[in-house]
């Protein structure tokens, strides 16, 4: 599995890398879309035959010890982001509460965890700074998750690692300046990064370390920035030095929204029948509720 991007700023898709990529990601995504619509039903109606299917789907690739093999760079990546997807996925079957009687997947999680951890670390290690984008956040919020999950403070520390160093680097205006250096997507790319940090965040305080209250305010700044791209995403045109593309709907806005006191989730109303992103763990608002509830399994990560 191999990046599609043209160019060095990863900005221009080629079209047949694409279609590769594509390819060879089929089967991850139709697993993902399974057992993340399984989660949801669940959700949505305490049907526990949605539960059982889910579960024994994350049990059967435990048991192959799924994704752990010889990874490209690219699918290092992808093993990052869909450890965070079943691990939210996970969170609305039962989280905590059933990890003691899930061995099996709780092993294949960590499992994975430390890979991902193993990568991110090679990578700061070479590239310094640089290697602090939003894939490192996505990778800081896939293992938090997991350590919200386990009960495994080392776990958590690493994510809550990833969204310090990310709130450190938001400028005043709530630009990152890694993300600006994405051509005519550094708009699209300041939205990717601030969806991992908002999860980070709800997973603090669903886990009882409430690191958006220690730093939310460089987070506050960065979802100001997006909710103005989101109307006019030509602001960071002139920073990035190219127009910029057009913003998706921001379906984990309500998540954030949650952090300021809102009294409920909400999607805009053309949205609610597609409230789903499987990098979000399938439906958001699902996901919203179910972190609302309280883990206490989160050590500080207060010095």
Not at 7 to 21: F, H, L, N, T, W
Not at 145 to 152: E, I, K, Y
Not at 240 to 259: K, T
Request: charged share 25%; net charge neutral.
């Amino acid at each position: 599995m191999k990046p599609f991007y043209a160019d060095g700023e990863k900005s221009v898709i080629d079209p047949q890398r694409r279609a590769k990529y594509v390819q060879a990601s089929r089967g991850l995504n139709r697993y993902l879309r399974v057992v993340l619509g399984q989660a949801d039903a669940f959700a949505a109606t305490h049907d526990e035959n949605a539960r059982s299917c889910a579960i024994s789907l994350l049990g059967a690739w435990a048991a192959a010890d799924a994704m752990n093999g010889r990874h490209t760079s690219q699918g290092q990546h992808n093993r990052a982001w869909a450890l965070g997807s079943l691990c939210l996925a996970y969170i609305k079957l039962g989280g905590k509460e059933r990890s003691s009687n899930d061995g099996a997947i709780g092993a294949w999680f960590s499992r994975l965890a430390d890979g991902v951890v193993a990568h991110q670390t090679s990578r700061r290690n070479e590239h310094g700074a640089d290697a602090e984008t939003n894939l490192y956040y996505w990778a800081g919020m896939s293992v938090g998750c997991v350590g919200v999950v386990l009960d495994r403070a080392d776990y958590w520390r690493f994510g809550a690692e990833a969204f310090e160093r990310a709130t450190a680097n938001i400028g005043p205006d709530g630009v990152l300046a890694i993300e600006s250096r994405r051509g005519r997507r550094a708009a699209l790319y300041h939205d990717f990064a601030a969806q991992p940090l908002v999860l980070l965040a709800r997973l603090g305080r669903y886990g009882g370390d409430d690191i958006y209250g220690r730093d939310g305010e460089a987070l506050d700044r960065l979802v100001g920035l997006v909710k103005r791209l989101l109307a006019d995403p030509q602001i960071l045109a002139r920073s990035a030095g190219v127009e910029q593309e057009a913003l998706p709907r921001a379906r984990w806005m309500g998540l954030y929204e949650r952090l300021r006191g809102a009294e409920a989730y909400y999607a805009a109303p053309e949205d609610e029948e597609r409230d789903q992103d499987s990098r979000l763990g399938g439906r958001v608002a699902a996901l919203d509720k179910a972190l609302q509830g309280s883990s206490s399994t989160a050590k500080s990560s207060s010095p």
